[in-house]
């Protein structure tokens, strides 16, 4: 019986070796095929495509998707597997064996940038292999050399954030000096003026404080005089008596204060902080729109108040963040519009090429495209001459004189964007659109001293 069970075991070991993964040395399991013809289980290629995609035996490079189930194969195997009754009990390869020979990882293929077995030797002939503790530093060292790289990258990003803090923390002061000058000021001019009316108020009540005083003297005359005479005999006094009723008569007028003699409160304090606030105007600008610095592609240079931009001089460091265009040379407006009107003037002057309008939110930033209406962008621009309606067809646009400034007005509502020339208030073209996201503002001021400007908006105060 005994002889007849290794006689069968005997017969059934060329059917296992055809029927053994050369990876893992067990049973196929869920085997595919690869397009060099050889198959393994599923798992170990699964595996094995981790390190590279080469087949694990030829070597033949492969892309993923290519291995195809094994059906035929997959059913011997489970004929196999039930007449013999046999389980494999081989142990799946560890992260430390070969995945081919399922021996140690002892050597590194500086080529293939892996760990290989000793039996791998013959797969990378043309290869230098180096023992793991000599190939091990030499990763470490490139790893360190990227390491300082991404380090520099961290201390540029943290020099530039401290940077753009400073700048923002000197603007703000700035301007925050600048007004608190023009309110020192407006403080001087009304406490002036208010000494100015005190002064004058003063100097009439002084003179009526004057005048008073001599009318009392000349009183306290008149009465001494009429006591004295009453004091002498009656004949005399009787005699006297119509002169001296004469004398007794008093024409001056009873002092009085005269009128706007008071200081004017209610012109000094009355509503102080709204003639302040209303007189702060002349020393405010607003602007319908400023540029979004984090928006403006590198070559690009925006001033300090960002109501401004033109070419850099030079390639400007920058953080690659999701909202920069780059390589487009393109900055949009700080604020998007979801409904309402909207309107900015863009002085454009004599710059030789420009791009004007608006963009959806989600335009591409990280690379080139062609500027049209599919693509996002509702736009008119100047190239070589020529005025063009950035649309899919692209139309030439007509225009008598050339527009020094651009007007741009955007109705969220209705759906509309028209351009007009902010000089003649011509209108030049009217795009319809039904916005389904945030629009901005888009500037393409070309590589260009010029600058573009935007212009400042008209300010005026209601009450009621």
Known sequence: MADSMDEDMEDTQPLQQDLTCPVCQGIFQDPVLLPCSHSFCRECQH???????????????????????????????????????WRSSHKRPSEDTCNLHLKPLELYCEKDEE????????????????????????????????????????????NMTHKLAGQAETLIKAEFQRLHEVLVTEEALR????????????AAIQELITNTNMDIVALKELIDTLKKEMGNDDLPLLKNFQNLKRQAQWTHDDPCLPNDSLLDMSK?????????????????KYYPVVLNPNTATPWLSLSPDLTSVKESPELLTTPENPERFDPCIFVLGAEGYTSG????????????????????????????FTVSTNRGVWSIGLSKGVYT??????????????????????????????FWDGG??????????????????IFGPGLHSTPMILAQGKMAVHTS
């Open 47 to 85: 595996r094995s495509l981790q390190y590279n995609k080469k087949c694990p035996v030829c070597r033949e490079v492969f892309e993923e998707g290519q291995a195809i189930s094994n059906r035929a194969l997959s059913s011997a195997c489970e004929t196999f597997l039930k007449q013999t009754n």
């Open 115 to 158: 760990p290989v077995c000793v039996e791998c030797v013959t797969l990378h002939s043309t290869h230098r292999l180096l023992p793991l503790k000599d190939g091990a530093p030499k990763c470490k060292k490139e790893l360190s050399f990227k390491v300082r790289i991404f380090e520099k990258k961290v201390e540029t990003y943290k």
């Open 191 to 202: 406490l002036k003026a208010l000494a100015s009316e005190e002064e004058e108020k003063l």
């Open 268 to 284: 000094h304090v009355g509503a102080l902080s709204f003639k302040i606030w209303e007189n702060m105007q002349a020393h405010v």
């Open 341 to 368: 009107k909207h309107r900015w003037d863009v002085i454009v002057g004599d710059s030789p090429k420009w791009i004007v309008g608006v963009c959806k939110e989600s335009v591409a930033r990280k690379k080139k």
């Open 389 to 418: 309606v950035l649309t899919q067809e692209r139309s030439e646009l007509q225009v008598q004189q050339r527009p020094e400034r651009i007007r741009i007005k955007l109705n969220m509502d209705k759906g509309e964007v028209s």
């Open 424 to 441: 003649t208030a011509k209108h030049l073209i009217t795009l319809k659109h039904e916005f389904n996201e945030r629009i901005f503002p």
